[in-house]
């Protein structure tokens, strides 16, 4: 068993470029979708673009530390509490609604 | 920057095409279910791209909770909802140009920021895991440096899901 991971010099640039092309993906799908589920699916494609940044830090800087790897845990829990409590609002809204479009979505509104 | 083309590097850049290839795949199919099976693509490409890294671990549980539940949730909501859903066609009503041209102008800055930044290069004998396989380390650290943050995320997530199940369960009181 390898005990220390072996570490491919990827160059950081890019990596962090995949991050920020990836969030601003998410970014227009979340800003221009009309379907509920997909702008819910859009908000985790940008957690998801954070988590690769995250990951990619944790090996740079001063002291490099597994610190950013558990952020990126910490992330992806709370992600999954996110999910879960926006699906179950969506299902919540549809049985009121009877639509998952954002257009429906206007009660509130004065 | 000068590019090594070794094995490790073509892989990293073919997954980086797919990732994005996916995510645009998910904007441009019009039809719900397929946008969740697309995301489903770059969820796994993000964990490939996570064990090119070292970062084992964090791999697996990607793939464990955005794979194996988050995306399985997403057919589940489509499924109960509206499942013959489809996007209309893309339209260049003023609020989708605002959200395009913003979008692009904040990638075009984010790009030329991360191009402008000289990166130290990492350096060779980093040990990040200390010796111990990234599991290992990672439960380490976990328990050790943030204990306390671990038992607050797990908090939220117990306080989440019974949250879930109180929202998404019938109301009773037209009764």
Same mark, same amino acid.
């Given at each position: 068993?390898?005990?220390?991971?072996? !570490?491919?010099? +990827?160059?950081?640039?890019? $990596?962090?470029?995949?991050?920020?092309?990836?969030?601003?993906?998410?970014?227009?799908?979340? $800003?221009?979708?009309?379907?509920l589920i997909i702008v819910l699916v859009s908000i985790e494609l940008m957690l998801?673009?954070?988590?690769?940044?995250? !990951?990619?830090?944790?090996?740079?800087?001063?002291?490099?530390? =597994?610190?950013?790897?558990?952020?990126?845990?910490?992330? +992806?829990?709370?992600?999954?509490?996110?999910?879960?409590?926006? =699906?179950?609002l969506l299902l919540a809204i549809f049985r009121l609604r009877k639509s998952s479009e954002v257009h429906d979505l206007n009660v509130h509104k004065w | 920057m000068n590019f090594v083309w070794n094995g490790p590097m073509i892989a990293f850049y073919i997954i980086a095409l797919g990732v994005l290839g996916a995510a645009v795949l998910m904007l441009s199919v019009r039809k719900v279910v397929y946008m969740a099976l697309s995301i489903g693509g770059v969820f796994i490409g993000a964990a490939a791209i996570y064990i090119?890294?070292?970062?084992?671990? /964090?791999?697996?549980?990607?793939i464990l909770i955005y794979v194996g539940a988050i995306t399985i949730l997403m057919l589940f909501a489509i499924m109960l909802t509206n499942?013959?859903?489809?996007? &209309? &066609?893309?339209?260049?009503? #003023?609020?989708?140009?605002f959200a395009a041209v913003g979008s692009v102008l904040m990638a075009v800055v984010l790009l030329a920021v991360i191009r402008s930044t000289a990166w130290p290069v990492q350096p060779a004998d980093v040990h990040?895991?200390? #010796?111990?396989?990234?599991? /290992?380390?990672?439960?380490? %650290?976990?328990?050790?440096?943030?204990?306390? &943050?671990?038992?607050? /995320?797990?908090? /939220?997530?117990? %306080? #989440?899901l019974v949250g879930a199940v109180i929202l998404a369960q019938e109301r009773k009181e037209d009764e």
């Open positions: 068993m390898a005990l220390n991971s072996p !570490v491919f010099p +990827i160059p950081t640039g890019s $990596l962090l470029a995949l991050g920020a092309l990836l969030f601003c993906i998410g970014l227009f799908g979340a $800003l221009t979708r009309r379907n998801n673009a954070a988590n690769i940044n995250l !990951v990619t830090f944790s090996r740079l800087g001063v002291n490099p530390s =597994l610190a950013g790897q558990v952020f990126s845990l910490f992330t +992806i829990t709370v992600a999954a509490a996110e999910i879960a409590v926006g =699906l179950a | 090119l890294l070292g970062a084992e671990f /964090v791999a697996v549980a990607q499942h013959k859903a489809e996007e &209309p &066609p893309f339209q260049w009503t #003023g609020r989708n140009i990040l895991n200390a #010796g111990n396989s990234n599991p /290992v380390a990672i439960g380490l %650290v976990m328990f050790k440096q943030y204990a306390f &943050p671990f038992e607050l /995320v797990s908090l /939220v997530l117990i %306080v #989440g």
